[in-house]
């Protein structure tokens, strides 16, 4: 990709519009994240290592928040966040089970956003509670808006004669809470109507497929001003899923960057190094943190382990203060 033959008017940005950006205080009761403390467990290897992007059962992951830090310590991370899909109710057992074995935890959630190029656009957002605020509220909205379009997919594959009730989609998810299409790609697995998830997607419930059913979704500046109303920070997630490359990629993330965002996830669990490293000149392109996860989901994704992604995953430790550094100040 040889982009940069037209690079933008934004450029570098060194004149301090992201931080004079009008934030408001942060809101009491957001915090830091919980750093393991002196005089706690001890840690038993030297954890240089984190992980700021992970799924539980809270929404399409496999694993409980408990046991997803569990999974962090023992790839030696130091420091976790986990990211469910439009919600925070992880974050207080996850927290609980950070603070018993002694690693930092970061609270925070991912958002499926309004698409901006031909793939789909996610948001992951740091710092922020399950506290009624403006983000938390907003995610309220979109749950229930989830929850019917999980039904009208239920109808659409009625319809088309495939043998998946919602009863079994929500008996497979655990509970109607969080459901999710990986949910509904097992339930096709099970009644072999797909060979595997993937396949699920690409014959019934990917965008443009027959049992696709759109669900509300926000723009990524609409996050990236809830977030900073909460306290927190936004992140592009996985940047190359927006299905786009060189200077279209480049003016998106100079048009978020403006908006507000405080980083883009370079070090993405599926990426190449080249790819790595091509968002790292993103970030520092636009003045954005380049932070990384795995996109752990558990069974969806047996690729993709905490802490280690693929096997090559290493998020410096050092991502996280910088991405602290770009909460509003209050
Ligand atoms: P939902 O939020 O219910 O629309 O589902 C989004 C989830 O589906 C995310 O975890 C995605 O990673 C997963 N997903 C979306 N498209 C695909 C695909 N083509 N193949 C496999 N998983 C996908
Ligand atoms: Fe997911
Ligand atoms: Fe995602
Ligand atoms: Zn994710």
Redo the contacts with the bound molecule.
Sequence with gaps: MSGGTRRTQRGRRGDGVRTASPGRPRPTGTSRPDRARPGGPTPVTSRRVIDLHT?STV??GSDDPGRVVELAVEAGCSALALTD??SLAGIGPARRRAAELGITFVPGC?V?CRPVGPG?M?VLVYFVEQDGGPLDEELGRLRQD?RR??LALADRLAALGIPVTYDRVTAIAGGEEG???????VALVEAGAAES??D???RY???DRPAYVG?ARLTGPDVAALARDSGGVAVLAHPY?MGLEGTELARVVGDLAESGFGGIEAIYGRYSPRQRTELGHLARRFDLVATGGS?H?GT??PDLRVGTGQGDLKVPDKVLGLLEARRPSG
Excluded: M, T, V
Aim: hydrophobic fraction near 25%; avoid cysteine; proline fraction near 3%.
């Design positions: 799924h929404s399409d899909h439009d991912e499926s789909g996610h989830r379009r999980n459901i999710g299409r990986p949910h509904f790609a998830i993937d699920a997607f690409d419930l990917a965008n669900k899923s996109d989901h969806s994704k």
